[in-house]
């Protein structure tokens, strides 16, 4: 019995969670694992809108000024949006959401989407970080042009990428370092962050939802917080890691693939 308690009640294996943060405090570092490790769709509204700026599309011309003066871009293009990635299949699988909602309004229409689609959130978790050490990882930020990978040139060994290759094209990682990263948007973003999004600190814990977790450290103590604060064993996170797709296999060989690797 005692196995199945967790800060969430029972364990389900579907869930839904908000991560919430400063810029730098690692929610895309988490939610990217987080969604590898349990199969299930990371959601960032700042991904999907630099792809609408990369793409030209009209909503992307329109975000793009608020996005490199560090300002939030107005809620009628963000909600348009996460309506329309809200609706995907994929979601029934539950959501990691990274860098959404970012402020009361925002929250509240967040709200009311799920509860049209009778998928209410299960967690938001609050990751805590000093503002010196934001200022230090957001300088040293790299992200994989091809894959998407967010990496830090402070913690992996200089070049800013581990010495692996690219998950989608086979070759090194090409780093690149996002134009918002520079200290002046920097510093509004941060100030941005205590002004709109502190607040919902508040607004989910009135909702019994919010979990808060310190985020300085490792990437692996800190993936370890976070899994405490969602219930997540690591057992389990490595089992689903390595579950072969449903009737995909056969059962004796489903097994062998399903078992969890000797941790390192
Ligand atoms: P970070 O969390 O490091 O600031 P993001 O990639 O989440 O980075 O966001 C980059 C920029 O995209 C933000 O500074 C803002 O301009 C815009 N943005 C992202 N998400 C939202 C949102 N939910 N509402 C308004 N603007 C957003």
Not at 101 to 126: C, H, S
Not at 147 to 168: I, L
């Amino acid at each position: 019995m005692a196995a199945l308690l967790s800060p969430l009640g029972p364990v389900s294996s579907i869930m839904r969670i908000v991560l919430l943060g400063a810029p730098g405090s690692g929610k895309g570092t988490q939610a990217q694992r987080l969604a590898q490790e349990r199969g299930m769709p990371q959601i960032s509204t700042g991904d999907l809108l630099r792809a609408a700026v990369a793409a030209g599309t009209p909503l992307g011309t329109r975000a793009k000024a608020a996005m490199d003066a560090g300002r939030l871009v107005e809620d009628a293009i963000v909600l348009g949006i996460i309506a329309e990635r809200l609706g995907a299949a994929d979601v029934r699988q539950g959501f990691v959401l990274d860098g959404f909602p970012r402020n009361i309004e925002q929250a509240t229409a967040l709200d009311a989407m799920l509860a049209k689609l009778g998928q209410p959130l299960d967690a938001v978790v609050l990751m805590e970080v000093d503002r010196t050490e934001l200022a230090r990882r957001i300088s040293g930020r790299r992200t994989c042009r091809d894959c998407g990978r967010v990496f830090n040139v402070s913690t992996a060994g200089g070049s800013g990428a581990p010495d692996e290759a690219c998950p989608k094209e086979g070759g090194p990682h090409r780093l690149f370092q996002r134009p918002d990263d520079n200290e002046h948007t920097v510093a509004e973003r941060l100030k941005v962050y205590e002004e709109k999004t502190k607040p919902l600190v508040e607004f989910y814990r009135g909702q019994g939802l919010l979990r808060a977790i310190k985020a300085e450290g490792s990437v692996i103590e800190v993936a370890k917080r976070l899994d405490a604060a969602l219930g997540i064993s690591k057992r389990a996170a490595v089992a689903r890691r390595h579950r072969p797709p449903a009737g995909a296999l056969s059962a004796p060989r489903a097994r062998n693939r399903s078992t969890p690797k000797r941790s390192r």
